[in-house]
């Protein structure tokens, strides 16, 4: 009788494993051999869950939004209107654990382009589309002083403060980047007008 396994929980496996050897070999050193060998097991142990590299990337990218999505509930409990505001763009610029292979993770994916197959594209805009509607909902929740722009203008922001970190982590520590995020509050809320509507 074969042994039952929960497909949630391997696939959690294979993120945690994927991520660890990201960490300790660098990007490029994430194939499914790898993997396997990070989990003790045979390549069948991945590809009965996950088929492909790319699928590797996905899947560790899925994971991680999860536990982001854990920790961004987490740190907004409790606040309101500018407040929730605030305290999700100081969060959106640390870096804790593995935030920074994660980033890395994301950033591969992204510098792929469409070479690395449908099913990471998909998930690649997937998570770009669910980070600005959860910016645009707290934005919303902050009240009428923010624009609607203010979420397409942080999310802009964000992004590019990852990406910068990654390129000059002492350059761009997480007190920088917060900030440049809490000026940028500011600004918008003190009814800068957009360039657009400047015009």
């Not at 391997?10 to 050193?29: C, F, K, N, S």
């Not at 590797?56 to 999860?66: K, P, S």
């Amino acid at each position: 009788m074969p042994i039952e396994v929960d497909e949630a929980q391997r696939l959690d496996e294979i993120a945690a494993a994927t991520i660890q050897v990201a960490r300790e070999r660098g990007m490029r050193a994430v194939t499914i051999r790898a993997v396997a060998e990070q989990l003790g097991g045979s390549t069948a142990v991945i590809t009965n869950y996950v088929p492909s590299r790319a699928g590797l990337m996905v899947n560790a990218l899925r994971h991680a939004e999860e536990e982001w999505n854990r920790e961004v509930e987490e740190e907004l409990r409790g606040l309101d209107g500018p407040e929730r505001l605030s305290a999700l763009a100081r969060w959106m610029c640390t870096t804790r654990g593995d935030d920074e292979v994660l980033r890395r993770l994301l950033m591969e994916t992204i510098s792929a382009g469409p070479a690395a197959g449908r099913e990471v594209e998909r998930a690649r805009s997937d998570t770009a589309r669910a980070h600005l509607e959860s910016l645009e909902t707290v934005v919303a929740e902050a009240g009428p002083e923010f624009p609607p722009e203010a979420a397409d203008i942080l999310h802009l922001l964000f992004r590019g403060f990852w990406l910068a970190a990654l390129e000059d982590s002492e350059a761009w520590p997480a007190e920088r980047g917060t900030r440049a995020a809490l000026a940028v509050l500011e600004l918008l809320g003190a009814g800068a007008a957009p360039a657009a509507a400047a015009e």
